[in-house]
């Protein structure tokens, strides 16, 4: 051995040294460039990726460990799907998990769902998983109370339960459940007002719910509406009741503003009035003052004497007494 190695020239020692770097280089470039614990995790669970495929992914900057994961779940339901298009959809924004559970789930219930068809489903924003679960379960979603005003002026207020279930042929364009919550109580709002009075939605609830479910709910959604089931109905205010008296104050207080307009004119007109009166005792004083200037001009040009100005005032004076016992009631006779 010694001899062997003595044998070695000094170029037999360099050229061992540069393929032990060489050999060190690529373990160190694989440590730095491959996941090996993500390549060993798919090779142990029988999803073979190369080293090369893998360092591409990193170098890419995308979630490794996902892509693998559900590259991994996937072979092992039997179903394929390719790296590059796992990585593609996770890229586009969708929930890879959320797909593969849907397209495992749909494979183990003989569910007919394509791999193009759950992706869709995805990217188009709904919870395929959920999806694929209501088309095995259904689901039962409650309506709100809803308000609706029968013939006869009752309110009635009516709560129910639909049970839908998924149709995933017609998910991606398809309405939702708000949809059909919302044609359920325009359905309850027009029924029950076409009914003549509170009292048969009372007795026969189910009319209600077998009309509703007539007009077809699930025209559009992404669901098939199998049953519509009333939960309760109560009785609410007397709206017709209560119309008739708010219509009542309405002309109450028409008529009370219209007696207040009359009697603002009445008391603009008696202000009328009294200037009116004003006016002419203001133009009375002002003949009564003239009559004195008359006088005495009618002294100074001889036109009356003394004795004509006194019987003049016994008229006055006669006529005066005359009309205040007139007012008073005496009998001058």
């Known amino acids: 051995m010694v001899n062997l190695l003595g044998s070695i020239s000094l170029i037999g020692w360099i050229s061992l040294a540069i393929i032990f770097l060489i050999v060190v280089g690529l373990i160190v470039a694989i440590c730095l460039l491959v996941p090996l614990k993500i390549w060993f995790k798919?090779?142990?669970?029988?999803?073979?990726?190369?080293?090369?495929?893998?360092?591409?992914?990193?170098?890419?900057?995308?979630?490794?460990?996902?892509?693998?994961?559900?590259?991994?779940?996937?072979?092992?339901?039997?179903?394929?799907?390719?790296?590059?298009?796992?990585?593609?959809?996770?890229?586009?924004?969708?929930?890879?998990y959320n797909v593969v559970n849907a397209l495992v789930t749909a494979n183990n219930s003989n569910v007919n769902l394509s791999i193009e068809l759950a992706k869709g489903i995805d990217l188009a924003g709904k919870d395929v998983y959920s999806i694929v679960k209501t088309s095995l379960n259904p689901k039962v979603i409650e309506t709100p109370e809803i308000s609706a005003i029968s013939q006869d002026g009752i309110e009635v207020k009516v709560r129910a339960k639909i049970?839908?279930?998924?149709?995933?042929?017609?998910?991606?364009?398809?309405?939702?459940?708000?949809?059909?919550?919302?044609?359920?109580?325009e359905g309850f709002v027009v029924t029950i007002g076409a009914l003549s009075g509170h009292r048969e939605i009372l007795q026969n609830?189910?009319?209600?719910?077998?009309?509703?479910?007539?007009?077809?709910?699930?025209?559009?959604?992404?669901?098939?509406?199998?049953?519509?089931?009333?939960?309760?109905?109560?009785?609410?205010?007397?709206?017709?009741?209560?119309?008739?008296?708010?219509?009542?104050?309405?002309?109450?207080?028409?008529?009370?503003?219209?007696?207040?307009?009359?009697?603002?004119?009445?008391?603009?007109?008696e202000q009328k009035m009294r200037v009116k009166a004003q006016e002419l005792e203001t133009?009375?004083?002002?003949?009564?003052?003239?009559?004195?200037?008359?006088?005495?001009?009618?002294?100074?040009?001889?036109?009356?004497?003394?004795?004509?100005?006194?019987?003049?005032?016994?008229?006055?004076?006669?006529?005066?007494?005359?009309?205040?016992?007139?007012?008073?009631?005496?009998?001058?006779?």
């Not at 049970?163 to 109580?185: L, N, P």
Request: hydrophobic share 40%; charged share 30%.
């Open 205 to 269: 609830p189910d009319l209600i719910s077998k009309t509703v479910l007539a007009k077809g709910l699930d025209k559009g959604s992404a669901y098939q509406v199998l049953s519509v089931d009333i939960i309760n109905v109560d009785v609410g205010k007397n709206v017709g009741a209560q119309l008739r008296m708010d219509e009542v104050e309405i002309d109450k207080r028409r008529s009370s503003a219209k007696a207040e307009e009359l009697r603002a004119q009445a008391m603009l007109e």
């Open 42 to 96: 798919a090779l142990t669970n029988g999803a073979k990726i190369s080293m090369v495929k893998l360092a591409a992914l990193k170098q890419r900057k995308v979630n490794v460990g996902e892509i693998v994961d559900a590259y991994i779940t996937i072979k092992k339901a039997g179903l394929y799907m390719s790296l590059d298009e796992i990585e593609t959809h996770m890229t586009a924004g969708g929930d890879i």
């Open 163 to 185: 049970t839908i279930k998924s149709v995933i042929t017609r998910c991606i364009g398809g309405t939702g459940e708000d949809t059909i919550i919302a044609k359920a109580t």
């Open 283 to 333: 133009e009375r004083i002002r003949a009564e003052a003239e009559i004195p200037k008359a006088v005495a001009k009618a002294f100074e040009e001889g036109k009356i004497s003394v004795m004509d100005y006194y019987k003049m005032q016994n008229i006055i004076a006669d006529t005066n007494m005359r009309k205040a016992w007139t007012k008073d009631g005496v009998d001058i006779d």
